[in-house]
């Protein structure tokens, strides 16, 4: 008989144990849910809201320790940080909140070693790496704090202008230690490059540093581009800093200093404005590089013999002396002799110092021509400049222009 009711009791049993089993997953799957379900929300709580609804979540603890060390409650915020990274140990914003509490504690060399961590860990924590930025600099070590802004300044357009200043005051101040790091890092051609060239064009200091790199970077792979040492060149020029130019030029030898004429032969641009050619494009003037009839190219104009036009410029850097310039031209119709004139002219002042008007042979072929030219001690830079000569009426001139040169008067006789 006992044996038949233990035999009775023995399914209960397993019943009630499987009925058991069944409430603890149900129980489960609903904490679970609601974990799943309020995560959204205490990540967008107010602090004090999120602390009471899930106390314990690393999340959480790393909100209020950044919300204590934003009140200034560095103890609180340490606190709060070290329980949040015993929870989630590679939570890197909880990491900089402990670093920083470490710093406004004057534990600096703490400090430094916690959040170089943390910018080792994300590249993207900006608070950090401003952070490594400052300290870095205030002891001098330029390598590594400018590699921290530049980390910045590649993912954050906006900070541009604080990244480059601070790049500007280093390289004004402690030129000789700044500077060589700063071209390192501009030698890898990161993508704010152009921009910071460009911002150093807005003061005179930073003209002077722009110089500089220029010189520095260009024996190596990723010398100035055209585009970027254009804006320097044309500053120099507006500044009437002819000698800073001229300094600046003969180092980087773009365009090469033997060239008194840049491209005369209007093949590929080999330097920038202003050296190279700045060619007309307008309403009664165009003038433009194209293949001759021997396939070699040479500048064109069209000129409409009407409106005044500066069809074809460029800066040239003589120095005092007598020279020869020298071109050759072929009329394809209308007068070149009456519409079209080269001049040069000293600067500062545009005080004319040569002028003569095209010569075209009588035939149809080219025709060498030759102006003498003498720059007096007072003119440090001048323009090359061929015109367009406006008549009474339109008259529809097209020539061509090819191999202007300007050498020395010895040389010219040699």
């Known amino acids: 008989m006992r044996d038949k009711a233990d035999a009775s009791r023995a399914p209960a049993r397993r019943f009630r144990g499987a009925e058991w089993a069944s409430y603890g997953l149900i129980i489960g799957a609903v904490l679970l849910g609601w974990q799943i379900a309020i995560q959204p929300f205490i ?74 961590l943390a910018g080792n860990w994300s590249l993207r924590d900006d608070p950090t790496h ?36 601070l790049f500007t005051v280093a390289g004004t101040e402690d030129r000789q230690r700044s500077l060589p790091v700063l071209a390192r890092l501009l030698a ?20 002077q540093i722009a110089a500089s790199l220029a010189v520095m970077l260009q024996p190596g792979r990723t010398p100035l581009t055209n585009e970027e040492l254009r804006p320097l060149y044309m500053k120099l020029l507006q500044m009437g800093q002819f000698e800073a130019l001229r300094t600046v030029r003969d180092r980087l030898k773009r365009p090469p200093v033997s060239d008194l004429v840049t491209n005369g032969e209007f093949g590929a641009p080999s330097a920038p404005e202003p050296f190279q050619w700045r060619l007309a494009q307008r309403a009664g003037a165009v003038a433009e590089i194209a293949p001759s009839e021997n396939r070699d190219p040479a500048l064109r104009i069209e000129y409409d013999g009407y409106n005044r036009a500066r069809i074809a410029s460029q800066l040239l850097l003589l120095s005092p002396g007598r020279y020869r310039l020298t071109y050759a031209v072929r009329e394809e119709s209308g007068d070149a002799r009456a519409h079209f004139v080269w001049k040069v002219a000293c600067l500062p002042g545009e ?3 040569a002028s003569s008007p095209a010569e075209p042979g009588t035939g149809t072929g080219w025709t060498s021509v030759s102006l003498p030219l003498t720059v007096p001690a007072n003119c440090p830079a001048q323009w090359l400049r061929l015109e367009g000569t406006p008549g009474d009426k339109r008259s529809l001139t097209a020539a061509w222009f090819d191999r202007v040169s300007i050498v020395s008067a010895g040389e010219a006789g040699r």
């Not at 600099?137 to 900070?159: C, K, N, P």
């Not at 890898?188 to 064009?201: H, V």
């Open 43 to 116: 990540k967008r709580a107010p602090v004090e809201v999120a602390v009471r609804l899930s106390p314990d979540s690393p999340l959480v603890l790393r909100r209020a320790a950044e919300a204590e060390l934003a009140a200034g409650r560095d103890a609180n915020a340490a606190s709060l940080g070290r329980s949040a990274l015993s929870r989630s140990p590679f939570d890197v914003r909880a990491l900089r909140v402990v670093g920083l509490t470490e710093a406004h504690a004057g534990r600096d060399a703490q400090a430094d070693d916690i959040l170089t």
């Open 130 to 165: 401003a952070w490594l930025i400052e300290h870095r600099l205030r002891q001098g070590d330029y390598t590594s704090g400018f590699a921290h802004a530049d980390t910045l300044v590649r993912r954050r357009e906006d900070i541009q202008p604080q990244v480059f200043r």
């Open 188 to 207: 890898a051609s990161p993508p704010w490059r152009s921009d910071y060239f460009d911002s150093l064009n807005a003061s005179p200091q930073g003209v």
């Open 351 to 353: 005080r004319l110092i």
